[in-house]
């Protein structure tokens, strides 16, 4: 009985952990899609410094290619910041853009790596 308990906690733990990061890398996500479509430099910067603070915050718990693209999207993040405040429209909206495509991935990553876990523990 104690182990069943033990079991079920922490995959309860693992499930509200996943949640969390989730809900980060989802609101970087719509973020990072804002400053892409922003038509000013001042639009760029405000949306992708939101999207690179949550990005950031999912990368801690993230791993693997959920966390390299992750990370690389903070990268393409912090470049459309500093485009943006130069006040270069077009090369902050590219660096958005790029960031959309890390982001976009690395949820689609951590969502299979999430459905592959959970049929592990079901078999």
């Known amino acids: 009985m104690k182990k069943l308990t033990v079991v079920l906690s922490s995959l309860l733990l693992m499930s509200t952990h996943h949640v969390f990061a989730k809900d980060h890398s989802e609101i970087a996500l719509e973020h990072a899609k804002n400053a892409a479509a922003s038509t000013t430099p001042a639009e ?3 949306h992708a410094g939101a999207a690179l603070e949550h990005t950031l915050s999912a990368a801690v718990s993230a791993k693997g290619v959920a966390k390299n693209h992750l990370n690389a999207g903070a990268d393409e993040l912090e ?3 500093d485009q943006g405040n130069l006040k270069q429209l077009s090369p ?6 790029a960031a959309v495509e890390h982001l976009s991935a690395a949820n689609d990553s951590a969502g299979a790596n999430t459905k592959n ?3 592990n523990v079901l078999e």
């Open 92 to 97: 902050a909206v590219s660096h958005s853009n």
């Open 117 to 119: 876990s959970r049929k």
């Open 79 to 81: 470049k459309a910041i």
């Open 44 to 46: 760029v910067v405000q």
